[in-house]
């Protein structure tokens, strides 16, 4: 490990085999390559080839330690498979070969462990000879039943090092998997792995504990049925606990039990564990005795989850979920019920104990699973005289009701600021899924949610999870959409560091792609679905959706950075944010002009201020009729002196304003709807290089094609709501209202009104001047987004079949004749 003898082979190797589940193709090279590499028959007199191949493998093997030996399992079992029905099979017996050496190859660094100068890197070798041992044995056990004797005595392997550990831990894998295919082992044999497991049970910790009674388990159980040495095991930790519990309820503050912490620990653990893979209420271990072992246990764990001590509370719930893999009917029971789903959902729970919990879950499922898969192998063998499918199905419905009971609460746990809770309530929904538990449809908003994670690996999981669902039923994903973006957010809140920062809706990398980016990428393929997913997000914008504005920024983030492919999408929703803002512009001026005028009704006698504004509102109106009425090039000439009237308006509104500032936080408040969708309209318009005059002639109803050209994306173009992070930064609508704060909210209401006035361009005139109109329309927008000049306010000409494209020039509303 150390010292790889050919790192430079073994790294190409690691990263061509990590593609064996890629696409049919790429999944058809690897196989050939490394048939030809490892799994060829090499003749017996070249033993240096051998000695190569064998060092090719454990390296690769080693390589692999940290990130999983999937491959391998799955590369062996599809060589493996393609030869079942051939008469030569040269994968079998490259692999009889290459177990034969990996055990010539262990007994000689093990030979050489006592020269001290190479003792590290023959360690890390042995490790990585054994591991691959194991990974043949989980495929193949049959090739390692005339070896099981060779590796019985390092069962007794002095631990020092990490690597004797895992030593250990190996050749009880090994063990588990071979020992029961042996025929007639004998007696002396299977006697020394007993005694030699039960001393690693009492002398080491959990990892060594958890393989050895599995090993225990498949001994005992399948060959030698020595139930009373394990039953005399099973009671002295029984027994420690029961003692230890009588202790505690006599005096929760003796110092008893905290000196005994370590035994209580391990008798924890060690009961669970033994439970998981014996049944102690056969009459094999308890003779006659009426007493239910199952419900005792039960009651002696729960009563530690609920000890003040962490550690205590978490190998209690350890222990609680090796007994519900032996009975899952466990889980029903209320008491049960309670402490899972209080620990999932209680906010201030500890996060071990929540992690523990999804654990215990994660783990029955995938024991689960193996059962099912075993049940369908031996169904396959004797389908003619049992039923064993029947079985399997008995089983899957336990799993269904026991993952309805706590489906809402893994769900919820996503919401949750620690990645590794979010990751195994990621895990446990896959597994669910997977092995068909339950309606997939409940899972997908969340699923869409996750898909917004930090971690590219749990947002590959999600969208993984997602597009499996879309495959098997169709319009479910587009059905939740919405759901899953408001879901999103949540996630987002939740995972988000800096309370004071605006939740945004884009990844903040060098790509800005939307957080929601696959989502969408997955309904735009349908124009029905894409359209009715566009308008809906829309609807939120509309003030009497009474969405909160972080969200409204979140969703507005995404939608300036969907993938878009085609014209049609952002056209569309430029064109139904026109709609919007046309209706809920009118509403909010019309509830800001009302709440004034219902404060001065209040008042008995009109102040000669109430009177300047009534006299100023008839003239305002009769100006405007009048202003209509007058030749564009006269009203370009007023609207220029507009300037020097702006501070005059605001003073006249100013005096107007009700005591009660409420209106006005509210108007801040539900205006920000509108200046996002201007926002997003204006950096799409950026974005795509589009004039007013084509998003204009724009029709949702005209067909696909006219508008299916791709779009002509600028580099650069960011999009950066400013008014609105101020808004939420300052949190405004909590915060004591100022007068400069006041002056500021009446002026974005003129520039409302001023924009409202003149929301649709004019037609162009003769000579192509720009309108007084449209300067006016332009002018409230540059105001209202924050005093600078959109640079999109002057976008292209453009011919009726542009493409586009920016071709800088012209005026917005201005087209060629």
């Given amino acids: 490990i150390e010292q790889p003898t050919f790192p430079k082979i073994t790294e190409m190797c690691v990263k061509m085999i990590r593609r064996v589940n890629d696409e049919e193709g790429i999944k058809k090279l690897v196989n050939e390559t490394f048939q030809k590499l490892w799994f060829t028959p090499t003749p017996h007199h070249d033993k240096e080839a051998m000695t190569r191949k064998i060092l090719n493998i454990t390296d690769v093997v080693a390589a692999c330690r940290d990130t999983g030996y999937d491959w391998f399992e799955q590369l062996l079992q599809n060589l493996l498979k393609s030869e079942e029905d051939a008469s030569y099979k040269p994968v079998k017996k490259a692999c009889t070969q290459l177990v034969d050496n990996l055990v010539e190859h262990i007994l000689k660094y093990e030979e050489s462990l006592s020269d001290s100068d190479n003792k590290g890197v023959n360690s890390g070798r042995l490790v990585a000879c054994i591991t691959t041992l194991f990974l043949f044995s989980k495929i193949r056990p049959q090739l390692m039943v005339k070896h099981a004797m060779t590796m019985q005595p390092y069962l007794t392997t002095k631990c020092s090092t990490q690597n004797d550990f895992m030593v250990i831990c190996n050749v009880a ?3 588990e998997l071979v020992v029961p295919l042996m025929e007639h082992p004998s007696e002396t044999f299977l006697a020394t792995i007993e005694e030699d497991l039960m001393k690693l049970i009492i002398k080491y910790g959990m990892t060594v504990v958890q393989h050895c009674v599995s090993c ?70 308890k003779g006659n005795s009426k007493v239910n072992i199952k419900d005792k246990v039960l009651e002696l764990l729960m009563y530690f989850t609920k000890h003040s001590d962490e550690e205590v509370q978490t190998k209690a719930i350890i222990g609680l979920g090796f007994a519900f893999i032996q009975h899952p009917s466990l889980m029903f029971e209320q008491e049960v019920k309670t402490l899972y789903n209080s620990i999932l959902s209680d906010k201030n729970c500890s996060v071990n104990l929540k992690i523990q919990v999804l654990k215990n879950l994660q783990t029955y499922l995938q024991e689960e699973d193996t059962r099912m898969q075993q049940a369908d192998r031996d169904w396959k063998k004797v389908a003619k005289q ?58 997908v908003p969340y699923l869409i949610a ?41 996630v987002q809140q939740a995972i988000n560091t800096c ?28 124009r029905q679905h894409r359209r009715a997913f566009l308008i809906s997000l829309l609807n939120l914008f509309d003030d009497t959706a009474k969405t909160e504005v972080n969200m409204l920024l979140y969703i507005a983030d995404n939608l300036a950075c969907f993938p878009y492919q085609t014209q049609e ?9 026109d709609i919007t803002l046309s209706v809920s512009g009118s509403n909010l001026l019309q509830s800001f002009k009302e709440s004034m005028v219902k404060d001065k009704k209040k008042e008995r006698k009109p102040s000669s201020d109430e009177e300047t504004e009534s006299d100023s509102n008839s003239g305002s109106e009769s100006e405007s009729e ?71 002639k724009y029709s949702p109803s005209e067909s696909a094609k006219v508008y ?48 409202m006035e003149h929301l649709d361009p004019d037609e162009e005139e003769e000579d192509g001047e720009v309108s007084a109109s449209t300067n006016a329309r332009n002018k409230a927008i540059t105001s209202l987004l924050g005093g600078g000049s959109p640079k999109n306010n002057a976008a292209e000409t453009e011919d009726d079949e542009s493409d586009g494209e920016d071709r800088g020039g012209g005026t917005s509303g201005v087209r060629r004749r």
């Avoid at 945004?504 to 969408?520: I, K, M, N, T, V």
């Avoid at 999408?569 to 944010?577: A, N, V």
């Fill in 173 to 175: 894998k090994i063990l």
């Fill in 216 to 285: 225990l388990g498949a001994v005992v159980n399948k060959v030698t049925q020595n139930y009373k040495f394990v039953w005399a095991c099973f009671n002295r930790y029984y027994g420690a606990l029961s003692k230890l519990k009588s202790q505690h309820q006599e005096d929760p503050n003796s110092t008893i039990l905290t000196a005994n912490k370590p035994a209580l620990l391990r008798s924890l653990f060690t009961v669970g564990a033994l439970c998981r893979h014996f049944d102690f209420d056969q009459e094999d271990f």
């Fill in 386 to 443: 049992e039923d064993l499918k029947e079985m399997g199905d008995i089983s899957s419905g336990m799993s269904s009701s026991i993952m309805q009971l706590y489906l809402k609460q893994v769900l919820e746990a996503f919401f949750h600021t620690q990645s590794s809770v979010r990751h195994f309530a990621l895990n446990v929904i896959a597994l669910t899924l997977n092995q068909g538990l339950i309606h997939p449809v409940q899972c």
């Fill in 450 to 490: 996750m898909g917004t994670d930090p971690e590219p690996s749990m947002r590959n999981k999600a969208d993984q999870q997602l597009v499996e669902i879309d495959k098997k039923y169709a319009g479910f994903i587009h059905m939740k959409a919405v759901a899953g973006m408001k879901m999103s957010y949540q």
């Fill in 499 to 526: 309370p004071n920062d605006p939740v945004r809706g884009f990844r903040h990398d060098e790509s800005s792609s939307a957080l929601c980016s696959h989502l969408y990428s997955m309904i735009r393929g349908n």
């Fill in 569 to 577: 999408e952002p056209l569309f929703i430029m064109h139904h944010i």
């Fill in 626 to 696: 009048e202003e209509a009425s007058k030749p564009r090039r006269l009203r370009k000439r007023i609207d220029s002196d507009s300037d020097s009237d702006e501070e005059n308006d605001i003073n006249a509104v100013m005096k107007c304003l009700p005591e009660n500032s409420a209106p006005l936080i509210e108007f801040a408040n539900v205006s920000q709807g509108i200046l996002l969708l201007l926002m997003l309209k204006q950096h799409l318009k950026n974005l795509c290089g589009f004039s007013d005059s084509k998003i204009q």
């Fill in 708 to 755: 299916d050209k791709a779009i002509n994306r600028k580099t650069g173009v960011h999009f950066h709501p400013k008014q609105t992070l101020d808004f939420l930064r300052s949190d405004m609508a909590n915060s004591k209202i100022t007068e400069e704060v006041k002056r500021s909210i009446v002026k974005q209401y003129l520039d409302f009104k001023l924009l």
